[in-house]
């Protein structure tokens, strides 16, 4: 295929982490600034932690892993200046942590979970490519969530 | 004063269903069993088997982002023992000084092996940790609790 990819960038904000009842993984949902387009990330229990903690701003006795890169960042003077979510193939996201550092910037290969974590502590932009929202899974999406939201509110009363 | 230690291996124990990495100094006569998480232990048992997930993990990322830059990571110590919390540190070389970043062992540990750079820990560190109590837990393990590292 020769289509031309749309990678403009469209910003998101972590509208929450939900526990995937099915698979008892972690859903990370996404949303672009008018709540029109929404980006289900599946992750990892530690991720999904990890991006939780940093979401109710809770710092943790001891540096969880992506602190520790927070941490190792600041020290040598790099700066974590945007995340972006810039391919899916067969179901699996990629994305790209920008370190900036004396001017220059560079782009490291990460999973969207790692990427998102580390957005939220350097407290900075996270973005995916329009093509990358374009060919998100499924239609009918967001009544799936819907659901799911049912179920997360259930059992986060218990 | 400080020990270079090696990791040994990875237990399972059931009865906290936690994960324990085992340092044992080059002797073998002084041990550290250091209690870590399921995820901090998969990261660890991935370096130490040399398995290349299809993705980085999180602690392939972290040096990722510092052979990016051209840090080098020294080595990982583990410093202190308080209210049984271990502490440790990660010494990097970069630029032309050296720096030392607060970090858990565990993160320590599963970052320097993947840089394949020595671990330490402090002598007090090893005179602090109860061997005896631990030994008799280690009598009391039995053969199953091992069966984890075989799959």
């Avoid at chain 2, 100094?25 to 660890?44: Q, T």
């Avoid at chain 2, 398995?51 to 830059?69: E, F, G």
């Avoid at chain 2, 330490?120 to 008799?136: P, Y």
């Amino acid at each position: 295929m020769s289509v031309e990819q749309n990678t403009d960038l469209v910003p998101l904000k972590v509208h929450g982490v939900l526990v995937d009842p099915n698979t008892d993984t972690q859903i990370v949902i996404l949303r672009d600034e008018s709540n029109a387009d929404v980006l289900p990330i599946w992750v990892g229990t530690a991720e999904g932690t990890s991006i939780r903690l940093a979401l109710e701003d809770v710092v943790p006795p001891r540096p969880m892993s992506h602190d520790l890169i927070t941490s190792l960042s600041t020290h040598l003077g790099m700066k974590i200046s945007q995340v972006v979510v810039t391919d899916v193939q067969n179901n699996t996201y990629y994305a790209t942590v920008h370190v900036s550092l004396n001017g220059l910037e560079r782009t490291v290969d990460s999973r969207p979970s790692d990427a998102i974590a580390l957005a939220l502590r350097a407290k900075c932009p996270i973005y995916v490519t329009q093509d990358v929202l374009k060919r998100r899974a499924g239609d009918n999406l967001d009544a799936w969530l819907a659901k799911l939201d049912d179920k997360e509110s259930q059992s986060s009363e218990t | 004063m400080i020990t270079q230690m090696n990791v040994r291996g990875l237990l399972f124990d059931p009865y906290n269903n936690a994960y324990i990495v085992i340092l044992r100094d080059e002797e073998n006569s002084d041990m550290l069993p250091i209690w870590v998480g399921k995820s901090e232990a998969s990261a660890i048992s991935f370096a130490l088997e040399n398995v290349a997930p299809p993705r980085p993990m999180t602690h392939d990322l972290m040096k990722s982002i510092l052979d990016n830059v051209d840090a080098k990571i020294l080595s990982a110590v583990v410093t202190d023992l308080k209210d049984n919390t271990y502490y440790a540190k990660i010494h990097l070389w970069y630029g032309d000084s050296e720096y030392s970043i607060d970090s858990r062992p565990s993160d320590a540990i599963a970052l320097a092996l993947r840089a394949e750079a020595p671990i330490f820990t402090k002598e007090e560190v090893l005179q602090k940790q109860n061997s005896e109590e631990l030994e008799r837990w280690l009598e009391n393990l039995k053969p199953e609790d091992f069966g984890k590292s075989e799959t």
